[in-house]
T-cell receptor
């Protein structure tokens, strides 16, 4: 019952920029958009979170258009170690009682 | 700072046995989540707590599953009796109030029921 839709898989090559887009048409006014990364045999790890426009940290950038119905995670110059599953997350419900339900995620395969 | 701590890391048990998974959230975090992950069903939210109170347990598969959070630093997920289809990785995660959707996961408990 995730509120998000994202591509199931993507391929890229080392050194390229990768953009993964997520649709969240029913996002609520107060909802943040959060992205996680999961490596095999590990729990998901927080990457970046945003509310509007653009957010950048040392790992990635997050672009959110004005209508907030989608968001794009941008990974600059990926390496083999960026091969992982990437999840876009928007709460189901509101505020601190919102349920954090993960969708199927996007499996990114980085090739040499 | 210590992250979310889960135990056991790995458990193999026989069908019908009771299984108890434990979680210590990050100090100062007031929300705790239990997830289950399998290849077939992905990452499923089982139950979550705010300030030690269960908020939503609609993801708990059936009455064989129960979860408690007696205090802010400890939670358990119990399966009794266990079945082979319960084999999965069980993750605990915690969140600090005011941090949006930023949750921190433990390393998981890998459960195999034979």
């Amino acid at each position: 019952l995730a509120k998000t839709t994202q591509p199931i898989s993507m391929d890229s090559y080392e050194g390229q920029e990768v953009n993964i887009t997520c649709s969240h048409n029913n996002i609520a006014t107060n909802d943040y958009i959060t992205w996680y990364q999961q490596f095999p045999s590990q729990g998901p790890r927080f990457i970046i979170q945003g509310y509007k426009t653009k957010v950048t940290n040392e790992v990635a950038s997050l672009f959110i258009p004005a209508d907030r119905k989608s968001s794009t995670l941008s990974l600059p110059r990926v390496s083999l170690s960026d091969t992982a599953v990437y999840y876009c997350l928007v709460p189901v419900g509101s505020g601190n009682t919102g349920k954090l339900i993960f969708g199927q995620g996007t499996t990114l395969q980085v090739k040499p | 700072d210590a992250g979310v701590i889960q135990s056991p890391r790995h458990e193999v048990t026989e069908m019908g046995q009771e299984v108890t998974l434990r979680c210590k959230p990050i100090s100062g975090h007031n929300s705790l989540f239990w997830y289950r992950q399998t290849m077939m069903r992905g990452l499923e939210l089982l139950i979550y707590f705010n300030n030690n109170v269960p908020i939503d347990d609609s993801g708990m598969p059936e009455d064989r599953f129960s979860a408690k959070m007696p205090n802010a630093s400890f939670s358990t997920l119990k399966i009794q009796p266990s079945e082979p289809r319960d084999s999965a990785v069980y993750f605990c995660a915690s969140r600090k109030e005011g941090s949006g959707n930023t949750i921190y996961f433990g390393e998981g408990s890998w459960l195999t029921v034979v």
